[in-house]
């Protein structure tokens, strides 16, 4: 038996909060980064894992994430629970950071127990919470005990963002777009199944981050919104039915551009099955396009091949992605360790306004393409 896993002076300790199924768990994968030292401030030392320590062992990737448990322990020291209510006391000069990365609509929860389980800062997976409300209530309870909550919208920290905003910044005439692309399978028993998994829906999920971008750089909030409008051409909204044999609704693909009152437009594409390349492009007032920055980069593509190789199987959008999760996870590790700042991090303050404009343009999309 491997001793317990303990963080270094300026290591956080890390609690991983839902590690989910091996190869398509997002919390799996910040797992496996920080396994690997590929986060310099985070040192994991413990998941918590209710599924599949409970119900889900026998099910469908059970075994595969009781393996993974079996090496992580042996090899790492990590020490595994059912709930955050097991977790030990934290040890006198430790800081404890909780990375949480369960299902949307547990987070509330999840939050309350990390805190009373001696977290001092929380790094919580987007969208945070499944409406405004909750997430207020999150945001205020933080507070109340003195708890940092940051947020896992890595496109705050992408190369791809940096440089289109750069040139933008640049030229007189420049719109920005934002493209946000998965690879689910054109099919209805796909989308069916994308649709009833991330039931928060599209805007709240998958284009969250690039709302985010939007209330961070572009003086988006509900408040200063004078105009959205869609691009009917473009858009697709579906009612399909999930593998629960329940009726979904959601947008498949979707494209619209706001005008803000203090001046500023930009735009946001998201296609659930648009392949595996996100970007951002500038265009001018003629519609040509001006610039356009591709993640992965050409830099990244050797890293995502390299990753391919090492866990085939796993959802292509980690690999694309793998450097600025590094980024964020290091960012807030660091803060909590160290007091050192978490710059470009979204804060929950950040989070509640991204959500409110998520909430905001559902109902004004849906109507524009009825």
Not at 104 to 113: A, F, G, I, Q, W
Not at 125 to 130: C, I, L, S, T, V
Request: proline content about 5%; hydrophobic content about 35%.
């Amino acid at each position: 038996m491997t001793a317990q896993a303990t963080p270094s002076k300026d290591q956080a300790e890390v609690v991983l909060v839902g590690c989910g199924c091996p190869l398509r768990g997002m919390g799996w994968y910040h797992g496996v980064q920080m396994l690997n030292d590929e986060v310099p401030h985070a040192k994991l030392c413990h998941v918590v894992e209710p599924w599949f320590l409970g119900p889900g062992a026998e099910g469908p990737g059970g075994p595969e994430f009781g393996d993974f448990a079996k090496k992580a322990e042996a090899d790492h020291g990590v020490g595994f629970h059912k709930s955050l209510a097991d977790l030990p006391p934290v040890a006198d000069g430790v800081k404890r950071l909780a990375l949480i990365s369960g299902r949307t609509v547990d987070n509330p929860r999840l939050m309350s127990e990390a805190i009373a389980a001696g977290c001092t800062t929380i790094y919580l997976e987007k969208p945070g919470a499944p409406t405004v409300a909750e997430l207020e209530a999150m945001k205020n309870e933080a507070a109340n005990k003195d708890v940092t909550v940051l947020m896992g919208y890595n496109k705050n920290v992408c190369k791809y963002v940096s440089k289109t905003r750069d040139f933008a910044a640049s030229c007189d005439d420049g719109h920005v777009t934002f493209v946000s692309n998965n690879t689910y399978e054109p099919t209805a028993e796909s989308l069916g199944e994308c649709f009833e998994r991330n039931a928060e829906g599209m805007l709240k999920n998958m284009a969250i981050h690039e709302l985010a971008l939007l209330v961070s750089f572009y003086d988006v909030s509900v408040d200063n919104i004078e105009s959205v409008v869609a691009d009917k051409d473009y858009s697709s909204m579906q009612t399909l039915k999930g593998p629960s044999g329940k009726d979904w609704t959601d947008f498949d693909k979707i494209k619209f551009t706001i005008k803000t009152k203090t001046g500023k437009s930009v735009s946001v594409q998201a296609d659930r099955c648009g392949g595996d390349v996100s970007y951002a492009t500038v265009t001018n007032s003629a519609g040509d396009e001006l610039f356009r920055y591709n993640m992965p980069d050409e830099d990244d593509k050797a890293n995502v091949k390299r990753l391919e190789e090492k866990y085939p199987g796993a959802m292509p959008y980690f690999f694309s992605q793998d450097p600025d999760y590094i980024t964020v996870k290091d960012r807030v590790a660091a803060f909590c360790a160290t007091g050192e700042e978490a710059k470009g991090i979204a804060t929950i303050e950040i989070a509640c306004e991204t959500l409110k404009v998520a909430e905001y343009l559902v109902p004004v999309l849906q109507e524009q393409l009825k």
